[in-house]
């Protein structure tokens, strides 16, 4: 897929703000300082589309970007920490879940996880959540240039391992790199096909 124009469209707070569409939705989730915005970037090739912070928990709305004005990308709030108060936290969470619950035209979860840190509970509690609710999902490991190939592989078997003692099988996975552009090309295909069938069962639907 060939990206020819990303544009920011609306921040919504809550589900019912959500654009009213029929196209097809990705969204990008990840625990606070995950690299979301750096990814979202690298993957439309527009630098400053979504906003790069240092402080974590800067995303508090879940933010609509149109890619050639063909389907959306949606930036949601991180889970995790976040210096905020808790019944804000609460909020974002209730309306992040709500959209990932409800939202019919959502085709696709990407869920990212820091490849340097160890199994998270917060991660694999959230994975849940998702397989029990039959909402599709693939893991995105950020960060890749950061740490040697083979501590990459180690980090992601350590993963499978523990998420393999409640799932059959694992979700689909890419490793990614926004420096060095890594995982682009597969994510941005997988988004191409993942559109294709949604285009197809739309039609079969009708």
């Known amino acids: 897929?060939?990206?020819?124009?990303?544009?920011?469209?609306?921040?919504?707070?809550?589900?019912?703000?959500?654009p009213v569409t029929s196209k097809p939705e990705f969204a990008f989730i990840g625990r606070s300082n995950v690299g979301k915005s750096s990814l979202i970037n690298m993957l439309a090739g527009?630098?400053?589309?979504?906003?790069?912070?240092?402080?974590p928990g800067k995303t508090r709305t879940m933010n609509?970007?149109?890619?050639?004005?063909?389907?959306?990308?949606?930036?949601?709030?991180?889970?995790?920490?976040?210096?905020?108060?808790?019944t804000t936290r609460d909020k974002w969470v209730k309306s992040t879940e709500n959209y990932i619950l409800k939202r019919e035209n959502l085709v696709c979860l990407f869920v990212l996880i820091d490849v340097r840190v160890k199994p998270q509970k917060s991660d694999l509690n959230f994975m849940e959540l998702l397989g029990q609710n039959q909402i599709p999902f693939v893991r995105v490991f950020t960060k890749s240039d950061k740490i040697t190939k083979i501590a990459v592989?180690?980090?992601?078997?350590?993963?499978?391992?523990?998420?393999l003692?409640?799932?059959?099988?694992?979700?689909?996975?890419?490793?990614?790199?926004?420096?060095?552009?890594k995982g682009k090309e597969e994510i941005l295909t997988f988004?191409?096909?993942?559109?294709?069938?949604?285009?197809?069962?739309?039609?079969?639907?009708?």
């Open 1 to 18: 897929m060939i990206i020819r124009s990303a544009d920011f469209v609306k921040s919504c707070p809550s589900l019912k703000e959500c």
């Open 64 to 86: 609509y970007f149109i890619i050639n004005d063909d389907w959306y990308l949606v930036d949601l709030p991180g889970y995790g920490y976040a210096k905020v108060s808790a």
């Open 153 to 163: 592989t180690k980090s992601i078997e350590a993963f499978d391992k523990e998420m």
């Open 165 to 181: 003692e409640a799932w059959d099988s694992l979700p689909q996975t890419f490793i990614s790199s926004s420096v060095k552009g």
């Open 46 to 55: 527009k630098k400053g589309l979504a906003k790069i912070s240092v402080q």
């Open 191 to 206: 988004i191409q096909e993942s559109i294709n069938n949604f285009s197809n069962d739309s039609l079969n639907r009708h």
